[in-house]
């Protein structure tokens, strides 16, 4: 088996990191300098032609988005660890919130980070809606808060590769100046999945 993996620290990289780390199989690491534009050189470009981190190549076959590559992960190694569900509904809660982390909670998410950030040109910003994508983004948290009531982790009874990515969503979340304070189902759940030896070692 050769698995590589392209990243760059304190990026979407990371929860596909943090989830190798879970894993413990054996990778090999390629470290990309996005500033130098090195997702951009055409023999990466060959492997993922979007020219963005994180990509695996699994013996052979390019995978690219976060997504796709811890479910890929999880299906393919996760079960045997017990950090994936096997197939079946929890498999598919796994799915499911893997997924709304990236598409609902991610597009109100740019909606107010595109519409509110410095690092975008004032011109290309509107106040009105990046207070609408702020609000969405409080009010997908809301949902997450409530499902996590009473639960230690988002699926079943034990930690899986769901938790990796949704605990690295709210990392990413606390640098994005939202109040998270009042969602204390998240903060706790967050703390839990972060103090893991396996998170620390993943930047
Ligand atoms: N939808 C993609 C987004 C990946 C993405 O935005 N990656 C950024 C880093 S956070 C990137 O590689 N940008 C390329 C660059 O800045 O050169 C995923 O979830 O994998």
Known sequence: MSL????AP??????????LEELGIPYEKVQMDLQAGDTKKPDFLKINPNGMVPTIVHDGVAIFESVAIMIHLGETFG???KLYPPPGLERSQAV???????????EALSRYVRNTSERI?????????????KSDVLARLG????????KSYLVGDSFTLADVHGALW?????????????????TAWKTRCLERPAAKRAP
Do not use: T
Request: with cysteine; glycine share 8%.
């Open 96 to 106: 499911k919130w893997i997924v709304w982390f990236n598409v609902s909670l991610g």
């Open 143 to 150: 949902i997450l808060d409530q499902e996590l009531e009473g």
């Open 10 to 19: 304190y990026s979407s990289a990371s929860s596909v990191h943090w989830a």
């Open 79 to 81: 079960v045997e660890k």
């Open 121 to 133: 040109p004032e011109d290309q910003r509107n106040a009105k809606a990046g207070e609408e994508g």
């Open 170 to 186: 709210m990392m990413y979340l606390g640098m994005c100046n939202l109040d998270m304070d009042s969602f204390k189902n998240i």
């Open 4 to 7: 590589v993996f392209y990243y």
